[in-house]
C-alpha cells in the first residue's frame, strides 16, 4: 500500500474560546476533528489562517511545506513558511482589505514571490499607510 503524501493540517474553530479560519486557500479536504473541521492542503499553498479570541486577532499568511517549513503555528500541523504574521485586528483587518482588493483584480497569490509577502509585511506595519503605496507594490509585483 502507497502512502500518499503528506497534507498540511489547520484546526478550524468555532467556540466561546477561539474562531478559527480560512480567509484565503483551497483545502483539498475536511476532516472532522475532535475541536472542529481540520482543513488539508498540499504543499505549495499560500494560506490566510485568521484566529480570533476575546482579547484580540492574529493572521498567519503562509505557504504549505511539508518537507521544509520552518515556523510552527498555533493550530497548524506541520512547520509551514511563515510570510506574514499580524497581531492587532487593524493589521489584521488592512490584511483583509489588500486580498479584497487583489481577488478584485484577480490576481493569484500564489504565483507571487516572496520578495512581495515581505514588502507587503512592511506596509502593514506602518501606520497610515496610503492606498497608492499597496497600488504601486501590486503594480511592480503582481502584474
Do not use: C
Not at 90 to 118: A, H, P, S
Amino acid at each position: 500500500r502507497r502512502s500518499s503524501p503528506m497534507k498540511t493540517a489547520v484546526q478550524l474553530r468555532d467556540d466561546s474560546i477561539y474562531h478559527a479560519y480560512i480567509r484565503l486557500g483551497n483545502a483539498v479536504q475536511k476532516k472532522e476533528g475532535t475541536k472542529g473541521e481540520i482543513a488539508l492542503f498540499e504543499d505549495g499553498q499560500i494560506v490566510v489562517y485568521i484566529v480570533v479570541k476575546q482579547n484580540g486577532q492574529r493572521s498567519f499568511l503562509f505557504q504549505t511545506d511539508t518537507k521544509n517549513g520552518t515556523e510552527t503555528i498555533p493550530g497548524v500541523y506541520p512547520s509551514v513558511n511563515l510570510l506574514i504574521e499580524t497581531r492587532s485586528k487593524g493589521r489584521t483587518q488592512r490584511l483583509m482589505k489588500y486580498l479584497t482588493e487583489m481577488e478584485k483584480k484577480n490576481i493569484n497569490v500564489n504565483g507571487l514571490r516572496e520578495g512581495f509577502f515581505l514588502r507587503l509585511h512592511v506596509l502593514l506595519e506602518e501606520r497610515n499607510v496610503p492606498a497608492a503605496n499597496f497600488k504601486e507594490l501590486l503594480r511592480r509585483w503582481a502584474s
